[in-house]
């Protein structure tokens, strides 16, 4: 069963709003949904999040809450994933005219990923009652080479799951064509080679050698990036890096491992402030509202 609403609770929920309404991505209202409350709760009834699952249902509900004529102007909020940074650009126009803005950064998780709130959750909670943090996780600068290498570690997978989506959007007309999953941890590199396994179903619809052109140029853009987290975040899934930190950031003895959500919030308490770059963004939704409603 879903965690997120239909479409006609959505109507009904926004039929008796104010504001602006902003549809996010989240299979449930515990993941993207969540942290947007969490953030921009403060903001009251201006702002209402509510989650689809996945970035073309957003577009869909976006689109068709629009067409029921609902009393609130509605938008969505959708991840970067292979956005280029031309296209994206345009959403800051005047000009533009869509409904969806994508995240300056690749998903909503590359915001939960600051070095400095991850030292205050090993200090704070943690290890808190030990009273000293482990080696090699004690600094800001320790924990941001931790980011960074788990970044480095992912970036076969981005380069794959790169390749994935432009072979698809080439060759998915072909009767030939069957679809590939993208890769979802860091975990399946030891046991998948990329580029091979990418070779292998692309002979199905006669793009092998493409395949292995497009992943290699792919993986040698990000390479060339690996030493700058700014665009690291832009370019490689956040979920990838922030499932490694789960798994291996160290917890005291005798001490339960916390869950994705509960390390999430444990992360939220110590950086409750919105990244800045968020918050630019919905300022530039508000104010496309305003002109909205005043025209």
């Known amino acids: 069963m879903s965690g997120y609403k239909s479409l006609d609770e959505l109507e009904i929920v926004l039929r008796s709003g104010a504001g602006i309404a902003i549809i996010c991505e989240g299979e449930d ?8 409350k969490e953030w ?3 903001l009251g009834r201006m702002v209402t999040f509510h989650a689809q699952d996945g970035w073309k249902c957003v577009q869909d509900a976006v689109k068709e809450l629009r067409r029921r004529g609902t009393p609130v102007p509605v938008y969505g909020i959708l991840d970067r994933d292979f956005t280029p940074d031309e296209e994206l650009a345009r959403q800051s126009e005047p000009s533009f005219d869509g409904t969806c803005y994508r995240l300056p950064r690749y998903d909503l998780e590359s915001y939960l990923l600051d070095p400095e709130g991850w030292l205050s959750v090993l200090r704070r909670v943690l290890w808190r009652r030990e009273g000293r943090v482990p080696d090699g996780w004690d600094t800001v600068h320790a924990v941001a080479d931790r980011i960074r290498g788990f ?19 080439i060759h998915e007309a072909q009767p030939s064509f069957v ?8 975990q399946a590199l030891p046991k998948v080679n990329a580029e091979d396994a990418l070779a292998t179903w692309a002979s199905a619809f006669g793009a092998q050698d493409a395949a292995r052109e497009v ?32 798994c291996t950031i160290p917890c005291a003895p005798k001490r339960k491992r916390p869950d994705r959500m509960d390390l999430a919030e444990r992360y939220l308490e110590q950086c409750p402030e919105p990244p800045a770059e968020l918050t630019a963004l919905l300022r530039l939704i508000l104010s496309r509202a305003e002109r909205e409603r005043s025209g």
Do not use: C, M
Request: proline share 1%; net charge neutral; hydrophobic share 35%.
């Open 29 to 36: 209202y515990r993941e993207d949904e969540f942290f947007y």
């Open 40 to 42: 921009f709760g403060d």
């Open 151 to 169: 970044y480095r570690e992912a970036l076969p997978i981005g380069a794959h799951n790169w390749t994935v989506r432009r072979l698809s959007d």
């Open 179 to 186: 679809g590939r999953n993208y890769l979802t941890a860091v």
């Open 215 to 246: 992943y290699r140029e792919r993986l040698a853009f990000l390479r060339t990036r690996e030493d700058d987290l700014d665009e690291l975040r832009k370019h490689v899934s956040g979920k990838l890096v922030f499932k490694e930190l789960q």
